[in-house]
């Protein structure tokens, strides 16, 4: 298989992906009776960028020196998965240490399955 094949079926993937966490996001969100709706929209909205621009991040992290490019990836996806965890912490408002605890533990659950994931692919 091409290069160009599997770089355009990893696109295919990020996007579906995308597009399921937003609709997932509105789903939640828009059955809450406290969310109006167009909180729901926009938060569908932010999750879908946060997703596209993250996996962005990843794939450029990917595309650097063959010998490191996993761990750049690893940990670019841990990084961006902290940020974005912690600005959208909505329940943590109040203080900063609950809404960093929050992002620690979002990212080490994500990089559970990112390990996991890695030696499930190398069986």
Same mark, same amino acid.
């Given at each position: 298989?091409?290069?160009?094949?599997?770089?355009?079926?990893?696109?295919?993937?990020?996007?579906?992906?995308?597009?399921?966490?937003?609709?997932?996001?509105?789903?939640?969100?828009?059955?809450?009776?406290?969310?109006?709706?167009?909180?729901?929209?926009?938060?569908?909205?932010?999750?879908?960028?946060?997703?596209?621009?993250?996996?962005?991040?990843?794939?450029?992290?990917?595309?650097?020196?063959?010998?490191?490019?996993?761990?750049?990836?690893?940990?670019?996806?841990?990084?961006? %998965?902290?940020?974005?965890?912690?600005?959208?912490?909505?329940?943590?408002?109040?203080?900063?240490?609950?809404?960093?605890?929050?992002?620690?533990?979002?990212?080490?659950?994500?990089?559970?399955?990112?390990?996991?994931? %890695?030696?499930?692919?190398?069986?």
């Amino acid at each position: 298989m091409s290069a160009t094949k599997i770089y355009r079926a990893a696109l295919v993937t990020v996007v579906i992906q995308a597009l399921s966490m937003a609709l997932g996001a509105y789903m939640a969100a828009s059955t809450s009776s406290r969310v109006p709706e167009s909180s729901s929209v926009a938060g569908a909205a932010a999750t879908f960028a946060a997703y596209m621009l993250s996996s962005a991040c990843i794939y450029a992290a990917f595309s650097i020196h063959p010998a490191i490019r996993l761990p750049a990836s690893i940990a670019t996806a841990a990084i961006i %998965l902290f940020v974005v965890a912690y600005l959208t912490d909505r329940q943590g408002a109040q203080t900063t240490e609950h809404r960093i605890q929050k992002a620690t533990q979002v990212s080490f659950l994500a990089m559970c399955a990112v390990f996991a994931g %890695l030696a499930i692919g190398s069986a």
